[in-house]
């Protein structure tokens, strides 16, 4: 029989088409095995590892291909190391007030998939979990948005507009995330998002739960960073005037400092496309 709680659930807590928080997972595929590893993760943990679960509503996969890699910073980066680690990240919305209820059912449905033998891609000369390695993974708390006008499509859409880039910053609070996320709306994100830049999206990571699986990386001080996610209109080469002054911009600021940025395409969900352009020659 059905267990009645199926039918229960729904009816209890917030219910309402909102952008609450986000799962972030930003990797890096290790090279001999990209194009099984891509393959696994579309064709299986995007779908059993996320999409199914309750009250996440929307996704997509971007990447970073050779030619975008070096619209990156700052140099000495403390979550991107080196630089051009973490080629993919995986954008997940979940519903308003519904972060708890999502990661919970998350960490159970991971935890099958592992003692399943599907919590990653084994090739025939690939050990568990060694065909990539996190950069950042968290589940985060949607902070704000900025937008353009009114007359772009509001943040829950985002992931299902033919958006051509995206970029990625995560900023450190100097003393506190709220001054620091104050400052990104009033005073940062207005002057990025314009011709080419819809929206600006704003996030709060959250510390990992301590039961996580042992290979997702913890970055330290999440709970005093702010994860802003820029949509894009263009190819990121051409909007990136936007976005290079980060660093200095967010120093004079005062409120926190630039600890990493970086900038993607869509992937094409369901082809191998991008899988020969992540890794420079020799």
């Given at each position: 029989m059905t267990d009645p709680a199926y039918r229960r659930l729904p009816t209890e807590g917030p219910?309402?088409?909102?952008?609450?928080?986000?799962?972030?997972?930003?990797?890096?595929?290790?090279?001999?095995?990209?194009?099984?590893?891509?393959?696994?993760?579309?064709?299986d943990h995007m779908i059993t590892g996320a999409m199914v679960m309750p009250w996440m509503f929307s996704c997509r996969r971007w990447v970073a291909p050779t030619w975008i890699q070096h619209l990156r910073g700052p140099a000495d980066s403390r979550v991107a190391v080196p630089l051009d680690a973490g080629k993919y990240i995986g954008v997940y919305w979940i519903n308003a007030g519904r972060l708890e209820d999502h990661e919970q059912w998350a960490l159970g449905s991971n935890y099958r998939l592992h003692a399943e033998g599907r919590g990653s891609y084994r090739g025939a000369d690939a050990d568990p979990l060694e065909e990539r390695r996190h950069v950042l993974t968290a589940f985060a708390?949607?902070?704000?948005?900025?937008?353009?006008?009114?007359?772009?499509?509001?943040?829950?859409?985002?992931?299902?507009?033919?958006?051509?880039?995206?970029?990625?910053?995560?900023?450190?609070?100097?003393?506190?995330?709220?001054?620091?996320?104050?400052?990104?709306?009033?005073?940062?994100?207005?002057?990025?998002?314009?011709?080419?830049?819809?929206?600006?999206v704003r996030f709060g990571p959250r510390p990992l739960p301590g039961d996580k699986l042992d290979h997702v990386r913890?970055?330290?001080?999440?709970?005093?960073?702010?994860?802003?996610?820029?949509?894009?209109?263009?190819?990121?080469?051409?909007?990136?005037?936007?976005?290079?002054?980060?660093?200095?911009?967010?120093?004079?600021?005062g409120a926190g400092t630039l600890a990493v940025q970086a900038a993607f395409v869509p992937t094409h969900h369901g082809t191998d496309d991008y899988t020969d352009e992540l890794f420079a020659e020799g």
């Open positions: 219910h309402d088409p909102l952008l609450g928080g986000a799962l972030l997972t930003w990797v890096e595929p290790m090279p001999e095995h990209v194009v099984g590893y891509n393959r696994w993760y579309e064709d708390d949607h902070l704000g948005t900025v937008y353009r006008d009114d007359a772009v499509p509001r943040d829950v859409h985002t992931l299902v507009q033919p958006y051509r880039g995206l970029v990625v910053q995560c900023f450190d609070a100097a003393t506190d995330r709220d001054a620091l996320d104050a400052w990104l709306a009033s005073e940062y994100t207005p002057r990025v998002v314009g011709p080419g830049v819809p929206l600006a913890q970055v330290d001080g999440v709970e005093q960073m702010v994860m802003v996610l820029s949509f894009l209109e263009d190819d990121p080469r051409e909007c990136w005037d936007r976005f290079a002054d980060a660093e200095g911009v967010a120093a004079a600021g």
